[in-house]
C-alpha cells in the first residue's frame, strides 16, 4: 500500500516549457487536490476533483491544467511555463465521509 | 471565506520544554480543524483533528490541541518536545457543510528544538 505517490520527485523547466505532474493513489479515494506551496504562504489549493472525469478550480488555478480521466490518477498540466510557478507541488486525496487528507511526497519544480 | 492565522512563523524551544503553537481562524460557520506535521523534504501527515464534541483533543507524537470556539482558536501543545518535533506545523480548517470539504491552510510555524 504506497499512499499517494508523486512523479517526478524533482524537475527543472526553462520558461515556456511544458510539463505534466502525475499523483497516483491506491487507496480509493473519490477526492483528489493538487497543492502549490511557498515560502510564508503555507499551502494554497491549485485544482481539485470529486470524481472521476470532474475538476474544479481552487484558489491558485492561472496557468494550470488538470485531469482526471482514471480514479485513481490526478494529472497537474502546465502548458507554458512561467519563473512564478517555481513552487514545491503536493498531491493529496480523501475518501468519501472520512476528513483527512493524506498527501504525496512533493514535486520540487523550478523554472528559470 | 474561511482563513487561518499562524501569528507564529518561527518558534525556537529547547529540548525537553514545554511548547504551545498558536492558531486562529476565523469562519462565520462550524468548521473543523486539523493540525499538520511536515518533516524536511517530506509531505504533509495528519497530527490531530477536532470534529465535534469534546474540545480537547489528542494527536500522535504526544500532541494535543484544544478548540476554543469564542476564542476561535486552536493551539497545539506538548508537554515535553523532542528533537525530532523539529518540523513545520500547519493549521487547517475546514467547512464541513461544503460538500468537499476543502482545506484552508495557515502559513505554517517552523518549530526548532534546540538541544
Known amino acids: 500500500n504506497a499512499g499517494v505517490t508523486q512523479t517526478p520527485k524533482f524537475r527543472v523547466l526553462k520558461t515556456g516549457q511544458s510539463m505534466t505532474l502525475l499523483c497516483a493513489q491506491d487507496?480509493?479515494?473519490?477526492?483528489m487536490y493538487w497543492y502549490r506551496q511557498d515560502p510564508g504562504m503555507g499551502l494554497r489549493l491549485i485544482h481539485y476533483?470529486?470524481?472521476?472525469?470532474?475538476?474544479a478550480k481552487g484558489e491558485v488555478p492561472d496557468g494550470y491544467n488538470v485531469s482526471r480521466l482514471k480514479k485513481q490518477n490526478f494529472l497537474l498540466g502546465l502548458e507554458s511555463a512561467a519563473p512564478s510557478q517555481t513552487s514545491v507541488y503536493f498531491c493529496?486525496?480523501?475518501?468519501?465521509?472520512?476528513?483527512?487528507?493524506?498527501f504525496g511526497p512533493g514535486t520540487r519544480l523550478t523554472v528559470t | 471565506a474561511q482563513s487561518v492565522t499562524q501569528l507564529d512563523s518561527q518558534v525556537p524551544v529547547f529540548e525537553e520544554a514545554p511548547v504551545e503553537l498558536r492558531c486562529n481562524y476565523s469562519s462565520s460557520v462550524s468548521v473543523y480543524l486539523f493540525w499538520y506535521v511536515q518533516y524536511p523534504n517530506q509531505g504533509l501527515q495528519l497530527l490531530l483533528k477536532y470534529l465535534s464534541g469534546s474540545t480537547l483533543v489528542k494527536g500522535i507524537n504526544g500532541f494535543e490541541a484544544e478548540f476554543n470556539k469564542s476564542q476561535t482558536s486552536f493551539h497545539l501543545r506538548k508537554p515535553s518536545v523532542h528533537i525530532s518535533d523539529t518540523a513545520e506545523y500547519f493549521c487547517?480548517?475546514?467547512?464541513?457543510?461544503?460538500?468537499?470539504?476543502?482545506?484552508?491552510f495557515g502559513t505554517g510555524t517552523r518549530l526548532t528544538i534546540i538541544p
Open positions: 493529496a486525496s480523501r475518501g468519501t465521509g472520512a476528513h483527512e487528507q493524506y
Open positions: 487547517a480548517v475546514s467547512d464541513p457543510n461544503f460538500g468537499n470539504e476543502k482545506l484552508t
Open positions: 487507496m480509493n479515494h473519490e477526492y
Open positions: 476533483s470529486v470524481g472521476e472525469g470532474t475538476t
